[in-house]
Structure formats: structure tokens, C-alpha cells
């Protein structure tokens, strides 16, 4: 933000601070002013009068005579270039040794005419060359008849004499791009009283008129609009083409300039439109309209569905909050106006700016917020400023349109808790003297303070904004170094920083590398989803198609990354992801994948290989279970009835914990991996939830065995349905404490053995820790185990 000196100080006493010492003080308080820089500059400068103006034969050039004092002898002469140089013009004189933006003026000859000083253009004096007409580039600023001849304060005369802070405006702060604001600020800072101009009232003139304003979009939540009958189009006064000046803003006339000066010291954009081109005397705002407009500038502009626009008739007439059009403008031929100030939807003029193109001084101040009671302060000053400047009559009632109601916020605060939060110890009187400097006008009540906020001050809503306000304002400095007061604890991870972590270390222990994939993807991906977390969540502006959704499974980024890596001759893959995937509604799921394809293990030495099949991934799956605390006996294997479109039918199995489904690995179904151009690889994708939420065992370290084992191998014939697995358990549960271990090392159906049974060879070691078995033990134990066998599952010793 451009904020002008010279213009601040008409609403708060500047009086021995220099914008240097401002601009310190503003930073100091939150408010950084990244530069400071004259409006314009030069020293040794007079205003004089060309007495004589006579060409130099074979130049463009003029020796000049100037006369630079009241007293008509005092006079130098000068060498000009200037086409516009004559006899009678009041002109700026640059004396010997002054010092403009360009470098120093110097005494000396030219062409053998002598030549001590310069007579100057404005933007040799550092006047921005946009606010200047060709005239005044081409040649010299001529002065007006009555400009005092002798004047050494030329600036000052010229209405340059002014300083411009570059004000970086943090985003919470967007009342400050208001003048009428930043002077509240800047008094608060130097604890100084604000005088705002009066305008109160000002908003009700007018009688009852028949223009009316329609809303057919929530877009525009207010909309006032005041018709005036007689307004004077003409020059606007030197200091307000000054200030718009110093604001960055060009001068138009001084209806136009008005509206663009009230703008900057309310913060309430207003477009003021030609009465006389709005021959149906209504408005509508729209937001259902796709057109075509030719803007102010004359440009033209694709309006589309969305867009807030400002209609007639039918017709469009401007872009709401960002420019208004061409038919309606303002020009010398102007009589009568309608005042428009307008509460827009921020997020929606944004959209429309930013793709048209066209970022203005409005849409920069709807799209960054604006406050409640903008709009009655826009109304009423331009009122008393088009009364003033352009003769103004003729005022009607303002026309009221849309639903928005201000609500006064007050937000309570203690002197303990702010004093704590900072770390400070400020007395009430302290802290209430910076409330009441920003006009906060506080209720003190014991350790209470309640402060009433006023309307512009958006960003203020709890206590901690009220602690911010005192301690900016009172300086960072009065901070001490303390230490923060909280509790001791003990450092650890959470249990899911504790899973990942050791899930990592598992895998990677087992040769398994860990990849990451996007958690972005497209519409395919969350079509084809396996076990889906919930209804996909879309981005509102995604970077592209391929990335519009937040997955909600990870088969699919998996078998992309098995295909990418497939494709670069990188084979024999073996990978993990811990990822958590969403869906709509707050859903969430912290999921493991395991992809495996081609081998585990490789040894071309020894010609040992492991394959990355099914059973390498259900002994991958158990090894990290057990190592999580969850032993065999809690593990459950079976059938695979829960996705059949991405596992193979028979080669797949769902993984079970205690009573949870966890997942399904196996094989990916051929059609499915087909898609990736991928062949024959293993896949498994597990939800953590019940392995985070399920009592992990403790983990006991016993020494060896110290008393011998001995070993047993039958082999039983059983109805070929029967799991192995219910084998084992029968085979546990009935050699109680003595069994060891038990495996299944064969299994055979063919030849000697029934149609419908099948042979298992199962191998079980017997053991006791704290003595030598004896034969006699051995039997009975094995002999039990038979029986249970026999009888649970009618299982026979093969002959």
C-alpha cells in the first residue's frame, strides 16, 4: 500500500515525526514499511518568469533570460530546449548547484551561450510520467498566470511536497488499505487523537425516488445505491489530484476522482455510473450471464456463468467489484449519477479477476475482505464530497437492497491470562490504555477486561488477537527472556509412530524397499479402488485430471509403481508403502501394501532362489504380526470371499487378526494385472486400524532349553476339505505343554490314497524345560494327539 505523509497527517497530528521515525514506529508495531521515497525532490529551486526567449541559430535550442525575484533586475540567464519555452511563461528554475533526481545542475556554456540552471519538466523533478499528459513530458511545466515569482518552496507550491511510505500490508490487516483506518492505526502507534472527517447523515439525504435494485444472487449479500439528479463534471481540486497521485490512481474528473477518493479513504469500492445511460432505472445483479463486455478501458472481456454482473434492462453495464462498462461511463456530458456501493462475495471476484485479468484497486480490496459497515461510510462521504466539489443536487433516497446485518463483537479478556500467555507483567492501566487507543473502548471489570471492536477491525476475534494488540503496541521489546511453563513428560512415540516405525524396520529386514506414491490421483484410480476408505474427496481446483481426487486405496499407485519399474528392466521387485488413504465425512485409514514380484531372495552362486509368491507373502505377513507382538495362534488365514475383481479367486486369502479383518493378499487377478502390463505378481493391502487398536503380547526372551528334544513324523489321511491349519491346532491344544513345535512338511492326494482325502505328513517335537522326557510321557502325549485327531477330525494314521 502507498501511503501518503501528507495526506495522513490531515487525520492525525504528525508533528515532529519525520516519515523516517513513522515508518521505524510502524514496523516496530507489526505494519513494515518496506521503502520510503518523495512524491518528488529537488533543492535550490525558484519559481521565475521567462522575461526573453530568443532562438539559437542551427539548434533547438532558446537562450533565455529569467527573472527569479520580485525585484525585476534579479534575473539569469538560461539555455532551454524546451518547444514550449516563450516569453511570459512562469516556469520552475533549477539554480546553480541544485540537486535534482537526475544529478547536479552546473554553471557552463553552451553552444557560447551562457547557460546557469535549468528550467524543468515535472518529471525531472521525479514526478511519475503516468500522471502526466504528452504536453507536460514534451516540454517544460508551464505554472499558472499567478504563480508567485521568487518562491523558493516550489513543492510545496506544487502540492509535491509529500513523502510515500510502501506499506506491506500483512493478509489478516485488509482494513488498513483503508486511509481513515491506517490514521486509527498510526494514532494508536503514537498515541495520538484521529479526526475523521464528518460524514455522518450524510447517506439519508434525498427524497423518495423510483429507482429500484434487484438481487438474483447470493453472491451479493448488499447492495445500496443512491441516485443524484445534478452533478457539475470538471477538473477536480489540486490537493485531491495530489493525493490520488501519491495512491498510485490517475485523475479523471472530479466525479470519477471522488469515487476512486473515497475508495481510498473508506476502503469501500464505488462505481458511479451515468444516470442517463441507464434509461430503465434499475438494477440487477446477476450471476447466471455468459457475454461479452467492453470495459472502461475499452477493452472486452468474456463474461461467464459465475461471474457477478451488474445488469439493466437485461443488459449488462460492469463486472461486479472489478470495472464497470463502457456504455455507462462517466464523461463531461454527465448530469446525473448512481452511486453504487456493494458488498460482493470475495472468493468468486477473485476467480473473475485473476482470469480476466484485470486486478484492480476494487477487486484488490473485495478479494482481501471487506468491513461491515464499509458501504454506509462510502455512501455517505461521497455525498458530502460531490456536494462540495461537483455542486451536487438533486439527491434521492438510497435504494436498499440484500439481507446482511451487522453484529457488534465484543471479545472479554483477563489481565492474568494475557500477562500469561505473553509472559509480561503490564498493569490494567497498561493494557487499557492501548485498547482505548484503538478505540476498543474498554469495559474493565476486576481482572476482566471486555472490549467492544469496532466494525473495521475484522481480523480481531478471540483473546489472543486482544493479547496481540497490547504487546505490538506496547513493543516487543518489553518482552523478557523466559522460559515457557509447561509440564514435564517423558519423550515417546505415539502408538502409530510406533507401528510405522518398527513396520519399517520389519519389511526392511525381510529385503523389502519402502516406496512413496502420489496421494493424488485420477477418476480410474478411485473407480478401481480396492476396499475403498469412503467416497472419494475431490479437489476444487486440482492440477490436473490425473491428480483431482485424494485416493482412498493404494492398489493402484502400487501396480503403477510395479509397472514403471517393470518397464525400466527392474526386475525381481519386492516393495512396501504405509500410507493413509480418505474419504469423505472425516474418513480415514492407515493402510500397509506389499507388492512382490518375480524373487524374494536370489543366490546365482548356489543356485538357491526364494520366489515372491503367495507363501512368501503370507510368511512376510506373519513374521511382521508376530514381531508386532501378535503371536500364530491369534493370526487367521481363509478364503478370500471379499474381493474377487482385483485378487485372483484361488490364490488369494483374507488375513485375519483375533476377530478383525485386516486384508486380502495372494495373487492379483490376471485381467486386473493385465491393465498395468504386469503378469504373475503378488499383492497385499491391509487396514493397521485393528493392529493399533489390538493388545499386542509381550515379547519374552527365555534361555535355550537346556534338557533334550525328540521328534515324531506322521501321517494322517483327512477329508480333503480340512485345513492344515485346524491340524496344527488340534495338534497343540492336545500335547499341551510338551509340544514344541508342529509343521506340516507334505502333502500328497494321488495314488493309494482315497478319492476326496488327502495325506499329511506333519512333524512334532516334544520338549519339557525343566526335565529329560521319558518314553513313557513321549507316548502318552502322542497317543493323545492321535485320539484328538481321530475323533475332531476324523483323521487316520496313513498305513
Request: glycine share 8%; charged share 25%.
Amino acid at each position: 500500500m502507498r501511503l501518503s505523509y501528507k495526506w495522513l497527517s490531515e487525520y492525525v497530528d504528525l508533528a515532529g515525526i519525520s516519515p523516517e521515525e513513522l515508518a521505524q514506529k510502524m514496523t516496530t508495531a507489526g505494519l513494515e514499511v518496506e521503502g520510503i521515497e518523495p512524491m518528488a525532490s529537488g533543492t535550490n529551486l525558484v519559481i521565475g518568469e521567462v522575461l526573453s526567449c530568443n532562438d539559437i541559430p542551427d539548434t533547438h535550442l532558446h537562450d533565455t533570460v529569467v527573472r527569479i525575484h520580485e525585484n525585476p533586475e534579479e534575473t539569469v540567464k538560461i539555455v532551454c530546449g524546451a518547444p514550449n519555452c516563450r516569453a511570459g511563461l512562469k516556469v520552475i528554475t533549477a539554480l546553480p548547484g541544485a540537486k535534482l533526481p537526475g544529478g547536479t545542475i552546473l554553471a557552463k556554456p553552451v553552444h557560447g551561450h551562457e547557460s546557469n540552471g535549468m528550467l524543468c519538466a515535472l518529471f525531472e523533478l521525479g514526478v511519475d510520467k503516468k500522471f502526466l499528459s504528452e504536453a507536460q513530458i514534451a516540454g517544460i511545466e508551464e505554472l499558472p498566470a499567478d504563480a508567485p515569482v521568487g518562491e523558493t518552496e516550489v513543492l510545496k507550491y506544487l502540492g509535491y511536497d509529500d513523502t510515500i511510505l510502501d506499506v506491506s500490508l500483512t493478509p489478516n490487516r485488509a482494513d488498513c488499505a483503508a486511509m481513515w483506518n491506517m490514521a486509527k492505526e498510526v494514532g494508536a502507534i503514537l498515541h495520538r487523537p484521529v479526526t475523521w472527517p464528518d460524514y455522518s447523515g450524510k447517506d439519508e439525504a434525498g427524497e423518495k425516488g423510483t429507482f429500484s435494485v434487484t438481487l438474483k444472487t447470493s453472491k451479493c449479500t448488499s447492495y445500496w445505491g443512491k441516485v443524484v439528479n445534478h452533478v457539475k463534471v470538471g477538473p477536480s481540486p489540486k490537493w485531491m489530484v495530489n493525493y490520488l497521485h501519491a495512491a498510485g490512481m490517475n485523475s479523471i474528473n472530479n466525479v470519477v476522482d471522488i469515487s476512486n477518493f473515497v475508495m481510498l479513504e473508506t476502503g469501500q469500492p464505488l462505481h458511479y455510473y451515468d444516470l442517463s445511460k441507464l434509461p430503465h432505472h434499475e438494477i440487477t445483479v446477476v450471476d447466471d450471464v455468459e457475454t461479452k463486455l467492453t470495459a472502461l478501458d475499452g477493452a472486452e472481456f468474456e463474461i461467464q456463468k459465475g461471474d457477478i454482473l451488474i445488469t439493466t434492462g437485461g443488459e449488462p453495464t460492469g463486472v461486479a467489484g472489478i470495472m464497470g462498462g463502457e456504455e455507462s461511463m462517466i464523461d463531461e456530458n454527465t448530469k446525473a449519477i448512481l452511486i453504487e456501493a456493494a458488498h460482493f462475495d470475495h472468493a468468486q471476484i477473485r476467480r473473475t479477476s485473476i482470469r480476466l485479468n484485470l486486478i484492480t484497486e476494487a477487486a484488490s480490496r473485495f478479494t482481501k475482505g471487506l468491513e461491515p459497515c464499509s458501504i454506509e461510510k462510502g455512501i455517505a462521504r461521497s455525498v458530502e464530497l460531490l456536494q462540495k466539489y461537483a455542486d451536487a443536487s438533486g439527491f434521492e433516497e438510497t435504494v436498499k437492497a440484500g439481507n446482511e446485518v451487522y453484529q457488534p463483537l465484543a471479545v472479554s479478556e483477563t489481565l492474568s491470562h494475557c500477562n500469561g500467555l505473553l509472559g509480561t507483567d503490564f498493569t490494567m492501566e497498561q493494557v487499557a490504555d492501548v485498547l482505548k487507543s484503538l478505540d476498543f473502548r474498554p469495559e474493565i471489570d476486576g481482572d476482566t477486561i471486555l472490549s467492544h471492536i469496532p466494525s473495521y477491525r475484522t481480523d480481531i476475534e478471540g483473546q489472543a488477537d486482544i493479547d496481540e494488540e497490547v504487546i505490538r503496541l506496547i513493543g516487543f521489546d518489553s518482552l523478557g527472556s523466559t522460559l515457557p511453563q509447561m509440564q514435564a513428560t517423558v519423550g515417546r512415540l505415539s502408538p502409530v509412530q510406533a507401528l510405522r516405525r518398527n513396520t519399517r524396520e520389519i519389511l526392511t529386514a525381510l529385503n523389502l524397499h519402502e516406496v512413496v506414491t502420489y496421494t493424488l490421483v485420477g477418476e480410474d484410480y478411485i473407480q478401481n479402488a480396492y476396499q475403498p476408505a469412503g467416497e472419494a474427496i475431490a479437489l476444487s481446483m486440482p492440477m490436473s485430471e490425473a491428480r483431482k481426487y485424494i485416493r482412498t486405496s493404494l492398489i493402484n499407485s502400487m501396480l503403477e509403481c510395479g509397472q514403471y519399474n517393470e518397464a525400466h528392466s527392474n526386475t525381481d521387485l519386492a516393495f512396501f508403502e504405509l500410507s493413509k488413504v480418505y474419504g469423505k465425512g472425516g474418513k480415514e485409514e492407515e493402510r500397509l501394501a506389499i507388492f512382490l514380484d518375480g524373487n524374494l531372495h536370489s543366490d546365482p552362486l548356489h543356485q538357491h532362489t526364494v520366489s515372491g509368491d503367495f507363501y512368501a507373502m503370507k510368511g512376510i505377513l506373519t513374521e511382521w504380526l508376530k514381531k508386532c507382538g501378535f503371536q500364530v495362534p491369534r493370526v487367521s488365514i481363509r478364503e478370500n470371499k471379499t474381493d474377487l475383481v482385483h485378487f485372483h479367486p484361488y490364490r488369494s486369502a483374507e488375513l485375519w487378526l483375533d476377530h478383525s479383518f485386516l486384508g486380502v493378499f495372494g495373487e492379483v487377478h490376471p485381467t486386473y494385472a493385465a491393465k498395468y502390463d504386469l503378469k504373475r505378481v503378488v499383492y497385499a493391502e491391509l487396514n493397521l486400524g485393528p493392529v493399533l487398536n489390538g493388545k499386542a503380547g509381550r515379547i519374552r526372551y527365555t534361555a535355550p532349553d537346556r534338557y533334550p528334544s525328540v521328534s515324531r513324523d506322521i501321517a494322517l489321511v483327512v477329508d480333503r476339505s480340512v485345513p492344515a491349519e485346524e491340524l496344527l491346532e488340534v495338534v497343540r491344544k492336545a500335547g499341551k505343554k510338551i509340544v514344541r513345535s508342529a509343521e506340516i512338511f507334505d502333502v500328497y492326494e494321488g495314488e493309494h490314497v482315497e478319492a476326496g482325502k488327502k495325506s499329511v505328513a506333519l512333524h512334532i517335537v516334544y520338549q519339557a524345560s525343566d526335565h529329560t522326557l521319558k518314553e513313557e510321557e513321549i507316548t502318552a502325549a502322542h497317543q493323545a494327539i492321535l485320539d484328538s485327531l481321530s475323533s475332531k477330525l476324523s483323521a487316520q494314521l496313513r498305513a
